[in-house]
T-cell receptor, first 113, second 114 residues
């Protein structure tokens, strides 16, 4: 079944650790996005990509980086995690058709201790 | 910069009553306005959307209206049911800009009281 997958679902790590949040979609979508969201609160765009080898920073200043080497894969990396990074991270993708909606993954809930 | 204001932040209604959530956008070039529903612990899911060439769109108990002049759009839910309880997000986008960025509102937590 075509979908967008995020791993891990939950992650608890210590301050200073490097982590990568994985996001993959099987729909062949060219546009992919990362949002940061505290539970039930506002969605903040932190990175997006139009396609392979294209990445852009979003509206929320973030200490994370992304890469887009393959169409289906859009990982998010935090080089040195801090307690302020504790949040939920939602990955989304969108197809080429103008009216096609954003599809969201189930999210990764990150806790930095 | 571009932004979308959403009101109210919380809304409680009795089961069977109507609920209305309002959004105002700043970028006059926005031409696509989706609404997402996010249940507790789940991902946001599209429930209805509208383009700028249409003033109103309806899907069963859900409708969206758009006033381009005032840069307002609203979500209307009629005959509310407990399963409508969730956080609702509006968004605005310019499909012609090439950026395909969605600017989301701050969310409305809807509680339907049985």
């Amino acid at each position: 079944e075509a979908d967008i997958y995020q791993t891990p679902r939950y992650l608890v790590i210590g301050t200073g650790k490097k982590i990568t949040l994985e996001c993959s979609q099987t729909m062949g979508h060219d546009k992919m996005y990362w949002y940061q969201q505290d539970p039930g609160m506002e969605l903040h765009l932190i990175h997006y990509s139009y396609g392979v080898n294209s990445t852009e920073k979003g509206d929320l200043s973030s200490e994370s980086t992304v890469s887009r080497i393959r169409t289906e894969h859009f990982p998010l990396t935090l080089e040195s995690a801090r307690p302020s990074h504790t949040s939920q991270y939602l990955c989304a993708s969108k197809g080429q058709a103008n009216g096609s909606p954003l599809h969201f993954g189930n999210g990764t809930r990150l806790t930095v201790t | 910069g571009e932004n979308v204001e959403q009101h109210p932040s919380t809304l409680s209604v009795q089961e069977g009553d109507s609920a209305v959530i309002k959004c105002t956008y700043s970028d006059s070039a926005s031409n696509y306005f989706p609404w997402y529903k996010q249940e507790l612990g789940k991902r946001p899911q599209l429930i209805i959307d509208i383009r700028s060439n249409v003033g109103e769109k309806k899907d069963q108990r859900i409708a969206v209206t758009l006033n381009k002049t005032a840069k307002h759009f609203s979500l209307h839910i009629t005959e509310t049911q407990p399963e409508d309880s969730a956080v609702y997000f509006c968004a605005a986008s310019n499909l012609l800009s090439g950026t395909y960025k969605y600017i989301f509102g701050t969310g409305t937590r809807l509680k339907v009281l049985a």
